[in-house]
Nanobody, 121 residues
Framework: QVQLAESGGGLVQAGGSLRLSCAASGSIFSIHAMGWYRQAPGKQRELVAAIASGGSTNYADSVKGRFTISRDNAKNTVYLQMNSLKPEDTAVYYC???????????????WGQGTQVTVSS
């Protein structure tokens, strides 16, 4: 069984910063990609940023230059440093782990429970 535990959400004023963390636990051999998605009220879930085990990254255009994703492969943990936050960044942020190797099995798409980020104007 694999679980993702998120932390770091909260309320911040526009222009402020937050750092999200997500730790994967269980009998994990490796994780190909880890990332963050967000879902605002009335909107579809969207990719914010993702990082592969080798370090390559992918960002939504709306967060480029403001958010930085990083990971610690030894700890199966991914981080999202969010700077210059805007009210439109308000959403529930979900951690994702894709292609998780557990023994002989590769499992797609584990999700965390989500953490609320609220940016006030």
């Amino acid at each position: 069984q694999v679980q993702l535990a998120e932390s770091g959400g909260g309320l911040v004023q526009a222009g402020g910063s937050l750092r999200l963390s997500c730790a994967a636990s269980g009998s994990i051999f490796s994780i190909h990609a880890m990332g963050w998605y967000r879902q605002a009220p009335g909107k579809q879930r969207e990719l914010v940023a993702a990082i592969a085990s080798g370090g390559s990254t992918n960002y939504a255009d709306s967060v480029k230059g403001r958010f930085t994703i990083s990971r610690d492969n030894a700890k199966n943990t991914v981080y999202l440093q969010m700077n210059s936050l805007k009210p439109e960044d308000t959403a529930v942020y979900y951690c994702n782990a894709d292609k998780v190797v557990v023994g002989p099995v590769v499992i797609r798409d584990y999700w965390g429970q989500g953490t609320q980020v609220t940016v006030s104007s």
